[in-house]
Nanobody, 124 residues
Framework: QVQLAESGGGLVQPGASLRLSCVASGSAVGSSTMGWFRQAPGKERETVAVINSDTTTRHYADGVKGRFTISRDNGRNILYLQLRNLTPEDTAVYYC?????????????????WGPGTQVTVSS
């Protein structure tokens, strides 16, 4: 069974940067697609960025392209999300998730394993 744990969230001012990390334990996720998703109050969970198992494919939501970068270290079972030029609209709980092995998807409903989330708040 895969366990995921996010870290790195916090309260920052507009224009700031953050780096989120997600450590996977229990089972290796090297063959899984992994992604970052977020949910703001009163809104549905949305896809932020997704990276496939061998890092050859990355998908970003339109609103974060050019500002966020997803990466992964399969040797250490860690997923990262670098967030730059943050705006108040980026305020949400950010979740890390993984698919079952050998699956690829950009839709949250296709992810089998989820972390508890980390809060990112952007406010002046």
């Amino acid at each position: 069974q895969v366990q995921l744990a996010e870290s790195g969230g916090g309260l920052v001012q507009p224009g700031a940067s953050l780096r989120l990390s997600c450590v996977a334990s229990g089972s290796a996720v090297g063959s899984s697609t992994m992604g970052w998703f977020r949910q703001a109050p009163g809104k549905e969970r949305e896809t932020v960025a997704v990276i496939n198992s061998d890092t050859t494919t990355r998908h970003y939501a339109d609103g974060v392209k050019g500002r966020f970068t997803i990466s992964r270290d399969n040797g250490r079972n860690i997923l990262y999300l670098q967030l730059r030029n943050l705006t108040p609209e980026d305020t949400a709980v950010y979740y890390c998730a993984a698919t079952r092995p050998y699956h690829y998807s950009t839709f949250p409903s296709n992810y089998a394993y989820w972390g508890p989330g980390t809060q990112v708040t952007v406010s002046s």
